[in-house]
């Protein structure tokens, strides 16, 4: 059973910047895509930031230019680097992975006041 264990959520005002980490329990490269998702409340959980198998970044059009997603290979981690934060990005965020199956994180709580 893979595990994917998330940190580095908590509050922050807007404009602020906060990173998220994902550490799974396998080696990242055994994965097809990894990425990152956010619910917020009473509305679906959608897609942030995603890499594809060769490694390239794909934004959803309301992080573009604010969060950027990355690997470090050496610590086999996943990352979020959020800035200019906005109460739009209040959320759950999830780390997701995929071989054959999607894997979820345990979510970390993003909340930026106004």
């Known amino acids: 059973q893979v595990q994917l264990v998330e940190s580095g959520g908590g509050l922050v005002q807007t404009g602020g910047s906060l990173s998220l980490s994902c550490e799974p329990s396998r080696n990242i490269y055994s994965f097809d895509h990894m990425g990152w998702y956010r619910q917020a409340p009473g509305k679906q959980r959608e897609v942030v930031a995603t890499?594809?198998?060769?490694?390239?970044?794909v934004y959803a059009d309301a992080v573009k230019g604010r969060f950027t997603i990355s690997r470090n290979n050496a610590k086999n981690t996943l990352h979020l680097h959020m800035n200019t934060l906005k109460p739009e990005d209040t959320a759950v965020y999830y780390c997701?992975?995929?071989?054959?199956?999607?894997?979820w994180g345990q979510g970390t709580q993003v909340t930026v006041s106004s």
């Open positions: 997701d992975a995929y071989f054959r199956v999607n894997y």
């Open positions: 890499l594809t198998p060769s490694g390239l970044p």
